[in-house]
């Protein structure tokens, strides 16, 4: 059974910095690309970062790009984001996702981010 369990959340002030993580069971973590999605209140979830199969490569959104880094450990089957130079507007419920074999989607339970001074 696939599951992603995230945690590192928190209240930071502004300009401060958090980490992520996604610990993942249930698939074959170093064959699967992951993602992280964020969901503000009142907005709908968008996409945040992504990472390859071997970290080989990643991709970011406009708004986190220098700002955000994404990493991942397939020793420890664990993603990571680390979140720096945090602003209010970053604030939002925090998913990490695989999507496997079908495809199918499997998201994590969401960890919530909050940026406010």
């Known amino acids: 059974q696939v599951q992603l369990v995230e945690s590192g959340g928190g209240t930071v002030q502004p300009g401060g910095s958090l980490r992520l993580s996604c610990a993942a069971s249930?698939?074959?973590?170093?064959?699967?690309?992951l993602s992280w999605y964020r969901q503000a209140p009142g907005k709908e979830r968008e996409w945040v970062a992504c990472?390859?199969?071997?970290?080989?490569?990643?991709n970011y959104a406009d708004s986190v790009q220098g700002r955000f880094t994404v990493s991942r450990d397939n020793a420890k089957k664990t993603m990571y984001l680390q979140m720096n130079s945090l602003k209010p507007e970053d604030t939002g419920v925090y998913y990490c996702k695989v999507t496997v074999a079908g495809p199918k989607n499997y998201w994590g339970q969401g960890n919530q981010v909050t940026v406010s001074s």
């Open positions: 990472i390859t199969s071997r970290g080989g490569s990643t």
């Open positions: 249930g698939f074959t973590f170093s064959l699967y690309a």
